[in-house]
Structure formats: structure tokens, C-alpha cells
């Protein structure tokens, strides 16, 4: 288990475990992984690469389908998508492709390899994208490397959204998001952050400048419920890790927590606390074991660093610091004093002063397209079921598809 909140958690394979690990991939003629990435990353085709011994090939493989891969490599639920339909899992167990996926990236890295081809700008257009969580990112790249002129709006003093101010570093480094971040910004894009669109610029004003824009703002807003409001021991678990990514680890954390909330977000919190030296942590969740929402990672990441989980249970009041859960089915309450009670209930969108029609926290578009707008959504604002970082990467490669359409046919 994890020393630090810096080291990264999972170990990586060592040139003799890759390919031991790519050895045991059965070479699927229709393989199962390729179809199930979101992204199109084709596992299947690096996989047989290393296996060849040709780590070139590989890099170019994931890079050339997921701008994003080193990235995903190491955040991608993994057991949800590539490696669900692993035809390995019938013998024994599925290949573990993030981890792959990861060496491979890794060796670019270490090679000072870069298999993106310079863009030349041959299109007349200009893109203004608001956001740069992966969706922005991943958008901005694509439309780079096809020629077009981007520019990036956003409100955070660096680039990266939750890949740099909520997913904890001991998953995924932001020594990793700066270098895929660079990656995209080189190929030609121009910055602005600091910039709230809504305050600084308006939506309008960027509408009429740019032939196109893109929204990738995320849910970057905390959900809430009435009993924790104005509470002073109540904090939000976004708000909470990104104040520990932003100071590498170094806070200082109290002893008793509280977690109300059990899927990923609340996992990643619970640990990064037990992590920086929390005595007592304690997730209450609303679901029961079998409806858990946290990946099987994240939850048995959990669970080895003691974490105690109460499922099943719905906060029914809060006084001061003590909360009074009650549980969905039996007859049953519990009390909880904690120095802290951190609520992990989700996040919504924030669109203060930006003109979208939302519903649900999904922007009202066709196609990706908002009715009427030269406006696309894309990311977890998109109408799309995969709100996770390979899911916000595909909506981005679609996204650059439709505009291109759009512009074409103007
Ligand atoms: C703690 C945490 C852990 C997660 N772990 C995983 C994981 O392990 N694996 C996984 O696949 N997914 C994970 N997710 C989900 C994943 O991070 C999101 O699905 C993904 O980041 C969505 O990308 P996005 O580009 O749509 O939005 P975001 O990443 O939310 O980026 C939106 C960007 O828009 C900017 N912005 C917002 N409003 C404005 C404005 N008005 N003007 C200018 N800029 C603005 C924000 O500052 C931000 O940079 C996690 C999420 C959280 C919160
Ligand atoms: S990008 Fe993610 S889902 Fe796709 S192959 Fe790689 S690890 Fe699997």
C-alpha cells in the first residue's frame, strides 16, 4: 500500500511482466477489448505489438486513437470497459491492459518520443473551447492536428480540470497531466486562463468571434442537501482534494471523519485522508454492497487502508458535528460525531451566466450541436452515458467530427 500521497499506487511491470502479461493475450481475431474501449484505443493492436517486441508501433497505436492514453492508462475503470470482454477472463483473469497501456506510455516518455505529427494550420477557422478538463483537451487536440486554429478559455490558473484538481496524485500525477497537456497546447493551441467565461468574456461575445464553440465545463459544483448547509464542520470532497492536489499533500488533517457518499469521488477522498494521516475515516453510503457505484479498485483500496463502510444508510439530521444516519430498510439508526464531515454526493453543473438550456445536467443539443448556436457541448455536460475520462475523450472525438461537418456545410 501507498507510503506517500505522492507515490504513485499501482507498481508498474518491469520488461520481463510486460511480457509475460502481453504473452498471456489470447490474439483475438474480433477482440472483445478494442470494442469495448470508449475511445477506440485498440488494445487488441498494441498488445500484439509489444508482444513483437515493437514498442514503437504500440505508442504510435494508442496515441494515434486515445490523445489522452497515458491519462486514461492509469484512471480508466478499466473492469468496465476494455477489460470486461478480456476473453482471458474465461482461463483465469482478464490482461490487465491499463497497466500495459501505462509501460507503454511511460517509454514514450522516457524515449522523448512524439508520434502526433506536427499540424500545419491549412483551415481558416477558429475554435474557442471553454473548459479544459480531457474533454476540452482532447478536443483541442483533434481539432489541431486537423488544421484548425484553437483557442482555450479557462477559469483555473492551469489546464487539466479533475485530472489535475480531483483526481489524487498517488493515481494520477500531475507531473503526467503536465506532460500531456504540453503535448496538446505544442501542437499550436493559445491559452487564456484565469478567464471565467460568464464573468471575464461572455458566451455571446465568443459565439460571434469564433466559427465555433465548444462547451466542456464539467460539474464542477458540489451537491448539497438543505441539514449540511452553512455548517462550518461540512466540507465538499471536491473542494477537499482539490486543496490537497494543489499542496502536493502537505495540509494538515483532522482525526474523525465522516464521508457521507460511497462512490468513486468519496473512495478517492476516504483514502487521500487515511493516506495524509487520519485516524478514524467512515464512509456512510446510501447504496448497499451489491448497488456499490466505486470501482472494485477504489473500493479494495479502501478497505486494505481500514476505512470503515456503513451501507445502506440516509443521513436523517445533522447537529453541530453529529450526524444521524437511518438505515433504507431495517429499523435501525446510528449517531456520528466526526471532526469533520465530508459530503461526497455528487456534482452538478455550474453555468452561472451562460445561456444554456440544461437539462438534468446535460446540455439540450442534438448531435452535440445546441439548437440554433454555432455552440457544441462535449464531456460530462454532453449527452453521453460515460462520464469518465475515456467517455469525455470519445465525446471530444466525435464533437471534432460534427464540427468539421458544420463547417464544411457553411
Ligand atoms: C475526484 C474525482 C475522481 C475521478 N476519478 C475518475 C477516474 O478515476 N476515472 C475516470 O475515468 N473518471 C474519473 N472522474 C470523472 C472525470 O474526472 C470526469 O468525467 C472528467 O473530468 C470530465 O471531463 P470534462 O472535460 O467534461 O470536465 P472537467 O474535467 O470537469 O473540466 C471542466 C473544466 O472547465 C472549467 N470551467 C468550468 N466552468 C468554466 C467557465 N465558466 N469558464 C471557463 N472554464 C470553466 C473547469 O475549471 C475545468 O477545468 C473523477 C472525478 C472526480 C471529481
Ligand atoms: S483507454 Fe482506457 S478503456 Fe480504453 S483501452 Fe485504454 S485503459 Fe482500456
Not at 491549412?122 to 483541442?140: C, D, M, Q, R
Not at 507531473?175 to 471565467?196: F, H, M, W
Not at 459565439?207 to 465538499?236: C, Q, R, W
Not at 457544441?376 to 454532453?382: M, N, P, Y
Amino acid at each position: 500500500m501507498t507510503k506517500k500521497y505522492t507515490e504513485e499506487i499501482e507498481e508498474n511491470f518491469t520488461p520481463i511482466t510486460l511480457n509475460e502479461e502481453a504473452s498471456r493475450c489470447l490474439l483475438c481475431l474480433d477482440a472483445p477489448c478494442s470494442k469495448a474501449c470508449p475511445a477506440g484505443t485498440d488494445p487488441a493492436k498494441f498488445i500484439r505489438s509489444v508482444r513483437f517486441k515493437n514498442i514503437k508501433g504500440a505508442i504510435e497505436t494508442v496515441r494515434e486513437n486515445n490523445i489522452l492514453g497515458g491519462i486514461c492508462a492509469r484512471v480508466c475503470p478499466t473492469e468496465k470497459y476494455c477489460q470486461k470482454g478480456c476473453s482471458r477472463s474465461g482461463i483465469d483473469k482478464a490482461i490487465d491492459i491499463g497497466r500495459i497501456q501505462k509501460y507503454i506510455t511511460d517509454m514514450e516518455e522516457e524515449l522523448h518520443m512524439n508520434v502526433l505529427a506536427k499540424p500545419i494550420k491549412n483551415k481558416k477557422e477558429h475554435i474557442a473551447i471553454i473548459g479544459s478538463g480531457p474533454s476540452g483537451l482532447a478536443a483541442a487536440g483533434y481539432l489541431l492536428l486537423k488544421g484548425y486554429h484553437v483557442d482555450i478559455y479557462e477559469k483555473e490558473k492551469e489546464l487539466g480540470g479533475y485530472l489535475r484538481y480531483g483526481i489524487p496524485e498517488y493515481r494520477l500525477p500531475n507531473s503526467v497531466v503536465d506532460k500531456e497537456v504540453n503535448r496538446i497546447v505544442s501542437l499550436g493551441a493559445c491559452v487564456y486562463t484565469n478567464t471565467t467565461v460568464g464573468k471575464d468574456i461572455t458566451l455571446e461575445e465568443l459565439e460571434k468571434k469564433y466559427d465555433a464553440v465548444i462547451l466542456g465545463i464539467g460539474l464542477n459544483k458540489a451537491k448539497t442537501l438543505p441539514m449540511f448547509m452553512n455548517n462550518p464542520h461540512v466540507v465538499s470532497s471536491i473542494s477537499l482534494l482539490k486543496e490537497i492536489k494543489e499542496n502536493k499533500g502537505n495540509i494538515k488533517v483532522p482525526n474523525n471523519i465522516i464521508i457521507v457518499g460511497g462512490g468513486d469521488v468519496a473512495m478517492d477522498i476516504a483514502t487521500s485522508l487515511k493516506i495524509l494521516g487520519s485516524k478514524n475515516v467512515a464512509c456512510v453510503v446510501y447504496e448497499e454492497f451489491s448497488e456499490f457505484k466505486a470501482s472494485e479498485k477504489e473500493l479494495e483500496g479502501a478497505r486494505n487502508l481500514d476505512i470503515s463502510i456503513y451501507d445502506g444508510y440516509i443521513p436523517l439530521s445533522v447537529n453541530d458535528n453529529e450526524v444521524t444516519f437511518k438505515h433504507r430498510k431495517i429499523d435501525s439508526e446510528i449517531k456520528m460525531k466526526a471532526d469533520l464531515i465530508v459530503l461526497a454526493i455528487g456534482q452538478e453543473v455550474d453555468a452561472t451566466n451562460i445561456d444554456v438550456e440544461f437539462d438534468k445536467n446535460e446540455a439540450k443539443t442534438s448531435t452535440y450541436n445546441i439548437k440554433g448556436t454555432n455552440i457544441f457541448a462535449v464531456g460530462d455536460i454532453s449527452r453521453n452515458k460515460e462520464k469518465s475520462v475515456v467517455g469525455a475523450v470519445r465525446t471530444a472525438k466525435e464533437v471534432v467530427f460534427e464540427i468539421a461537418k458544420y463547417l464544411e456545410g457553411k
